[in-house]
């Protein structure tokens, strides 16, 4: 169905702008692409944006990834991989790797996360959609990950080394000590170990409510697969963590559990290399978690002082819960959860958390 009216486009380069357009008006007019349709799909955390365009045969997405700011290719290289292993990933119809423009088909406006019932967490739609994810899971980590970068010991650091500078210090305005550092070189080198010991598996990265696409109304329809350009080989509990413990939505812990042990079924059935025993696998779980949320605290913190996206500061309560509960139960970690709790003392994050061990 053609848009009767489309949003203006925002552009701050000039040149970009011009670029865009000469692209647009060279695409084959096979694709029967409709330029007056053209609108803004979305944005996320780089410099990639997304627009919608009606064609002869349905709506389109284009990419706009400036190559100065973004490299494509690991893009197109895992959408291929992962394709390969049948995937719900978007299909590559037309890509400008020089002025990186990229036609790709549409998966829908709709993300996970909207349709989601947050009032309702054991109710039938919201179990049909988690079942729906666990399912497009365990068919991405059944795809070959040879040929993907490890997540070793360096990138774990690198992420890990993201809180200290961004969140703690020029966030929260705390001055790291040598016995801070010193409580941060121990927790990270346990969180590490742990980490590393895991079973491994294609990890998607980024596998959560926003990069997963729903249909609205069917919650037992496959979800499309977006966000995926960085993909390595590592835990296989990572994407699972991405998923439950979600940076955008938060769910009691008895419902995070529910689902692991759907996924974790559905992953031996597969023949997925999960623990045999769930207690084993659930540890895995809130290690790897912890490890995550210490870097997306980082990662949040660094985008609203950096890069001025200060939606990101309404998410770090509940990634810090996150943090703050693995930390405060486990042992060696308890340094670590007074530190976050010093960090957040005039922020309102302390809290008194009760959660399960297995």
Same mark, same amino acid.
């Given at each position: 169905?053609i848009?009767a009216?489309?949003?203006p486009?925002?552009?701050?380069?000039?040149? !970009?702008?011009?670029a865009?357009?000469?692209?647009? &008006? *060279? =695409?084959p007019s096979?694709l029967?692409l409709?330029?007056? *349709?053209?609108?803004?799909a979305s944005?996320?955390?780089?410099?990639? &944006?997304?627009?919608r365009?009606?064609?002869?045969?349905?709506s389109?997405?284009?990419?706009?990834?400036?190559?100065?700011h973004?490299?494509?290719r690991?893009?197109?290289?895992v959408?291929?991989?992962?394709?390969s292993?049948?995937v719900?990933?978007?299909?590559?119809?037309? %890509?400008?790797?020089?002025?990186?423009?990229?036609?790709?088909?549409?998966?829908?406006?709709?993300?996970?996360?909207?349709t989601?019932?947050?009032?309702?967490?054991?109710?039938?739609?919201?179990r049909? =959609?988690?079942?729906?994810?666990?399912?497009?899971l365990?068919?991405l980590?059944?795809?070959?990950?040879?040929s993907?970068?490890?997540?070793?010991?360096? $990138? $774990?650091?690198?992420?890990?080394?993201?809180?200290? +500078?961004?969140?703690?210090?020029?966030? &929260?305005?705390?001055?790291?000590d040598d016995?801070a550092?010193?409580?941060?070189?121990?927790a990270?080198a346990?969180?590490?170990?742990?980490?590393?010991?895991q079973?491994?598996?294609?990890?998607? =990265?980024?596998?959560?409510? !926003?990069?997963l696409?729903?249909? #609205?109304?069917d919650?037992?329809?496959?979800?499309?697969?977006?966000?995926f350009?960085?993909?390595?080989?590592?835990p296989?509990?990572?994407?699972?963590? *991405?998923l439950?413990?979600?940076?955008?939505v938060m %769910?009691?812990e008895?419902v995070?559990? +529910?689902?692991?042990?759907?996924?974790?079924?559905?992953a031996r059935?597969?023949? $997925?290399?999960?623990?045999? +025993?769930?207690?084993?696998?659930w540890?895995?779980?809130?290690?790897?978690?912890l490890?995550?949320?210490?870097k997306?605290l980082?990662?949040f913190?660094?985008l609203?002082? =950096?890069?001025?996206?200060?939606?990101? $500061?309404?998410?770090?309560?509940?990634?810090?819960?996150?943090?703050?509960?693995?930390?405060?139960?486990?042992?060696?970690?308890? #340094?670590?959860a007074?530190?976050?709790?010093?960090?957040?003392?005039?922020h309102?994050?302390?809290?008194?958390?009760?959660?399960f061990?297995f």
């Amino acid at each position: 169905m053609i848009q009767a009216a489309a949003a203006p486009i925002p552009w701050t380069d000039p040149a !970009r702008q011009q670029a865009f357009d000469a692209w647009l &008006r *060279s =695409r084959p007019s096979s694709l029967g692409l409709l330029p007056q *349709s053209l609108r803004p799909a979305s944005a996320d955390a780089s410099f990639r &944006r997304y627009f919608r365009i009606d064609a002869s045969a349905g709506s389109l997405i284009i990419m706009d990834a400036p190559p100065s700011h973004e490299d494509c290719r690991p893009f197109v290289s895992v959408a291929r991989l992962l394709a390969s292993g049948e995937v719900a990933v978007p299909r590559i119809l037309d %890509w400008d790797e020089a002025q990186g423009f990229m036609l790709l088909s549409d998966l829908g406006a709709h993300t996970l996360l909207s349709t989601l019932d947050v009032d309702q967490p054991h109710g039938v739609g919201n179990r049909a =959609r988690y079942n729906a994810a666990l399912d497009e899971l365990v068919r991405l980590q059944a795809v070959p990950a040879d040929s993907l970068p490890p997540y070793d010991d360096a $990138l $774990l650091q690198r992420e890990l080394d993201l809180f200290p +500078d961004w969140y703690f210090t020029k966030l &929260r305005g705390q001055a790291l000590d040598d016995k801070a550092r010193e409580v941060l070189d121990r927790a990270f080198a346990l969180i590490k170990a742990q980490v590393l010991a895991q079973p491994v598996a294609l990890v998607h =990265r980024d596998y959560h409510s !926003r990069n997963l696409m729903a249909d #609205p109304a069917d919650a037992n329809a496959r979800l499309g697969v977006i966000d995926f350009q960085d993909a390595v080989r590592g835990p296989i509990t990572y994407d699972l963590v *991405s998923l439950l413990r979600d940076a955008y939505v938060m %769910w009691d812990e008895d419902v995070q559990i +529910d689902h692991a042990v759907r996924y974790w079924e559905k992953a031996r059935k597969a023949g $997925l290399p999960v623990h045999a +025993d769930f207690g084993d696998f659930w540890r895995d779980f809130e290690w790897m978690g912890l490890q995550r949320h210490i870097k997306v605290l980082g990662i949040f913190a660094r985008l609203a002082i =950096r890069d001025g996206k200060q939606q990101y $500061l309404g998410d770090i309560p509940r990634v810090w819960t996150y943090a703050h509960r693995v930390a405060s139960r486990y042992q060696g970690l308890g #340094p670590l959860a007074r530190l976050l709790e010093q960090a957040e003392a005039d922020h309102g994050g302390l809290r008194t958390e009760v959660g399960f061990t297995f």
